[in-house]
Structures are given as C-alpha cells and as structure tokens.
C-alpha cells in the first residue's frame, strides 16, 4: 500500500475539514498517515483504470457508511483497550471519501474528495466527546484540462443536458449530514475500553439509486485513534491478562490494528490488517489495490493500447497520474519492484499489546 497522509491527533473543536493538513502532527505519525491514506484509496480506481470497465462503473464498494434508510450499514463502531491514567486524553478522527460528479467535455465521471473529522479530545473518566458531520452541497468549476476521447460526442450531451461548460469541467457534490461520538468506560485502574461510533444521517431520496446513495455515502470511512499518554492493546493477539476483556470489545464495519511502533495509536479499518502494517518502500506510489503486486500492475499499465490511455487521460485525474508515473519508471525503479526479501523477528521480550512486526 502506498500514499500519503492522515492527520490525528491535536486539540480541536470537531467538525469537518476538507484534505488535511499536517499541523502539530510529529514525525511519529507520518508512518500511521500513510498507512491510513493507503487505507482511504484501497479499491478507489483498479486496473485497467478505465471508467468504461465494469469493475470501474461500480466503485465505491469498500468502507461505505450509508444514508439511513436505503437499506445498508449506516453506523460504523470501533471499541479497543487502552491502558492509561485516569484524565489521559484519546484523540479521534475520521476520514473518508466523499463522491463528486465530473461533467465536462471528455463526457461523466466520478471522483472523490478526502473529508476529515477531528473529535474533540476524550478525556479518560469524563463524558463522551461528539463532532458534527455538516458538508453543504456544492459544485465548482475548473479550467480546460487534459481530455483526448470523446470530446464531440460529450460535448453534444452537455448542450442536451443544458451546460454550457466550454472547456471546462463542472464539478457537484450533495451533502453529508452526520456524527461521530467517541466514549470511554473504565474496566479498571488503568484500562479503558473507547468507543467510536460513526453515523450517517443524511436524508435519501425513497427509491434512489445507486449513484444517488453513494452521493451521500461516507465512502473508505476509517478511524484513527491516539492517546499520547496511554498503550492500546491488540485486539489480534491481546495479552492473556487482558484477553476476556479485549473479546468484550464490539466492532461492526470496522478492525482495529495497532499501528505504529509506541503503541500510542490505533487504525481502525474496513479492511482486516495486521498489527503494525508497514508500506513497501519499494514502491514508487498508489495503485489502489494493495492486495495486487506493484511490478504486475505497472508491467500491465505500460502495455495499454493508445486509445486506452486516450481514455484513462480523459477521466480521473488519479488515473492520469498513475499513467505518467508508470510511463516514466527508470530500468532501475523497476527492478527494485521484482521482490525482495524481509526478515520477521519476534517481539520484544514483556512487551505491551500483542505481537508486532
């Protein structure tokens, strides 16, 4: 898996961001970043990375926390073990993708923008902490970009459709209505077993369909939780001492991993990881599909036809990055990619938390 970025961590008042930003992040959580941001793009685009492909015009099928009423999950629930004084602090955030519409006149395409919820801090013994989840609709308009396929055709639909986009490109999202409630109950003198519920409550049309549910969907949603002061438990491989009251501890849609190597952070994904997760430094960035290997995936990018990479040029921009970071791979950035081999020792002797790597 690769990629870039999650931040947690940090006073804040709650509420949504747009991106992230890296402030007062210490370099210890760049690893749990990039772990996490691999997390929010795995299944984002796949292989042949074309829009027209079926896998492609039936995306966003990891991580989804659904409007209520349409039928799936709407709440996701994470709750792990931290060791830790009483008055400590957890700090929660939530991040997911959020659907946008492409219009322009390379034709209709999806995409998606990151989100990002900071909890206020918890603090261990007091009461819950909650954040709002409040995006307006919205849409917004680009400049001319790089389009090859399809541009009379797409054109023609625009004018039926009634835009009038020039060479630009028309960008529209619906609105997000949420929450997230983070609580903590004390199980002794210095453990706590946190609770994180997410929860989607932005209003569906009865009847809707796909494209208008994942509108309103928190798409690749996945939580991060750190506790300067404390030590998660594994909830893998917990120690014997506190593995009843690990089994106690509910997930639905989500599973915590111990993430980072001071047991200070936990990644709770909608996708089943080890214990300390690691990125591959071999490779040279995303793919979205971290279950692929990066020397096949590439191999089979620089052997697309020219109408295909027309059409991967014409649709997301993520695509289009993927296509000229392959196309310009050295002999040696290649090679690197063929495999290698590491070594898996056993954990530190009385070490907290489970096993580790």
């Known amino acids: 898996m690769t990629a870039e970025g999650v931040t947690a961590g940090g006073p804040e008042s709650g509420g949504v961001r747009a991106g992230m930003d890296g402030g007062g992040a210490d370099g210890g959580m760049e690893h749990v970043r990039r772990i996490a941001r691999a997390v929010l793009y795995e299944g984002y685009l796949l292989w042949p990375y074309r829009e027209s ?16 009423g349409c039928g799936d999950r709407s709440r996701i629930r994470t709750e792990c073990l931290v060791e830790a004084d009483p008055g400590a602090t957890v700090a929660v955030s939530v991040r997911f993708l959020h659907v946008v519409a492409r219009i322009g006149a390379s034709g209709r395409g999806e995409e998606a923008r990151e989100r990002e919820v900071r909890v206020p801090e918890l603090t261990l013994g007091g009461g819950p902490a909650l954040a709002r989840i409040d995006i307006a609709a919205g849409e917004e308009r680009a400049e001319a970009e790089d389009r090859e396929a399809g541009q009379e055709r797409a054109k ?106 001071d047991l200070r952070t936990v990644l709770s994904a909608p996708i089943i990881l080890y214990d300390q997760p690691q990125i591959a430094p071999e490779s040279p960035g995303d793919l979205f599909d971290a279950t692929e290997i990066d020397q096949l995936l590439t191999l089979c990018v620089l052997a697309l036809s020219d109408g295909e ?47 580790h790597g």
């Open 156 to 261: 023609a639909e625009d004018r039926e459709a009634g835009l009038e986009l020039g060479a630009g490109v028309l960008r529209r999202w619906e609105a997000l209505r949420g929450h997230v409630e983070v609580r903590a109950e004390r199980l002794g003198p210095r453990l706590f077993r946190v609770t994180a519920e997410v929860v989607n409550t932005t209003p569906w049309p009865p009847g809707g369909t796909r494209e208008e549910t994942m509108a309103r969907t928190l798409v690749s949603a996945h939580v991060v939780l750190h506790a300067p002061d404390g030590r998660f438990v594994s909830q893998t491989d917990p120690p014997p001492d506190l593995r009843e009251h690990a089994g106690t501890c509910r997930n639905d849609g989500l599973w915590p991993v111990l993430a980072g190597e």
């Open 53 to 68: 492909s079926l896998k492609n015009r039936h995306r966003w099928t990891i991580g989804g926390v659904h409007p209520e």
């Open 309 to 355: 990479r027309e059409e991967i040029r014409a649709g997301d921009p993520r695509a289009r990055e993927i296509l000229d970071r392959c196309a310009a791979l050295t002999q040696e950035e290649l090679m690197r990619l063929s495999g290698t081999w590491r070594g898996r020792g056993p954990a530190a002797a009385g070490e907290r938390g489970g096993t």
